[in-house]
């Protein structure tokens, strides 16, 4: 059954500019508020209870990374802007999840929206945005459900592997960005392994029915990564040559380090998008000769039938002068002509190799 497309602008018609409201379907009841504070000597994890806690984080003396999980509490989520100071179209683009990979920069914060994507159990491509806000001393994170792929950044910071805890805030939006790109090669690497094993099945004749359903299946999982990544090149483009305080200049060479990714990732959902076009020329071709050997065994068919309807119809007339009907062996003798015109008609069409 298809899958009914979800308008989720409706929810924001004629509503004011900045009006906080979220437009997802991901509904969690308790927001969810992990803390890690960190410099080079220490790290504290800790879940807050509720976000007025977060409050104070704002002016410490370590580096913050705030992570919110739960966009439906939009409340809580316009509590957390106003006392940073966030623009109300920040908060109102964080809990609209329709929107584009962008980054926005603003005196004391920049705000990057980025997109998530993973597989399910069932195979199911998902989409899920997540939102950076980076200000002088911390990154807070939104996101709409529990799963993410940030535990090795987790990790880093528990067990301080690498620079991570030695660096400023900008460092940390580095490597929370980074690992999302990392994760995009997981789903490209799933992608062109469904597509090859289509491929294979095609090439093998192993197709059902279902196999052109599961070609577009592919075709709108591939325009939908493609959609996700072409704008993150703008995204990391920008960040990379920003001029803001809060981009050191040594970080905007990791930066362009995500770029390299970014191409590559790029480069194969072009490729794979011009396979699943072969695919779907290889998928009508291989078709199309079923059809055509089934045209030709029926064709085949009738051409034998041909002269024998001819012969059955000249002796089936009801005439009383037709001399053969009165002789003795009339009838072995058409049945015997008729068995030397399909054995004939067979061996033609063998030798022409239409068989």
Same mark, same amino acid.
């Given at each position: ?97 329709? @929107? ?42 939104? @996101? ?21 805890? @030695? ?96 191409? @590559? ?91």
């Amino acid at each position: 059954m298809p899958r009914k497309r979800v308008y989720r602008s409706k929810k924001k018609l004629g509503q004011a500019p900045g009006t906080v409201v979220y437009t997802g379907d991901r509904l969690k009841d308790e927001l969810d508020l992990v803390v890690f504070e960190y410099n080079k000597d220490t790290c504290i994890e800790k879940n807050l209870k509720s976000v007025e806690e977060s409050f104070n984080l704002k002016h410490t003396d370590t580096i913050t990374w705030l992570n919110l999980n739960g966009l439906n509490h939009v409340k809580d989520i316009e509590k957390l802007g106003y006392h940073f100071g966030f623009h109300p179209l920040v908060l109102e683009d964080i809990v609209n999840i329709a @929107q584009r990979p962008k980054v926005d920069e603003y005196d004391d914060y920049i705000f990057v929206v980025l997109k998530m994507l993973n597989y399910t159990q069932t195979q199911q491509l998902e989409s899920e945005q997540i939102s950076f806000i980076i200000g002088k001393n911390y990154v807070i994170s939104f @996101q709409e459900a529990e799963n993410d792929v940030f535990d090795t950044v987790r990790n880093r910071l528990r067990h301080a592997v690498g620079r991570i805890r @030695q660096m400023h805030a900008d460092y940390l939006l580095y490597a929370l960005i980074d690992t999302v790109i990392d994760h995009y090669f997981g789903i490209i690497e799933t992608l062109g392994d469904k597509i090859e094993d289509l491929e294979s099945a095609i090439f093998s004749g192993e197709i059902d029915k279902s196999a052109g359903r599961t070609i577009q299946d592919l075709k709108r999982e591939v325009l939908r990564v493609r959609r996700t990544i072409l704008p993150i090149r703008e995204v990391i483009n920008k960040v990379e040559k920003s001029h803001h305080a809060l981009i050191q200049k040594q970080t905007t060479t990791y930066f362009k380090d995500i770029n390299d990714h970014i191409s @590559q990732v790029s480069e194969n959902i072009e490729i794979y998008r011009e396979m699943i076009w072969s695919l779907m020329e290889m998928y009508m071709t291989t078709i199309n000769n079923k059809m055509n050997e089934i045209m030709k065994v029926l064709t085949i068919m009738a051409s034998i039938f041909i002269p024998l309807t001819f012969i059955t119809g000249v002796y089936g007339m009801n005439f009383h002068n037709i001399p053969e009907l009165h002789y003795k062996n009339g009838y072995y003798v058409v049945w015997v002509t008729m068995a030397i015109i399909v054995i004939a008609m067979l061996w033609y069409f063998r030798r022409k190799k239409w068989l």
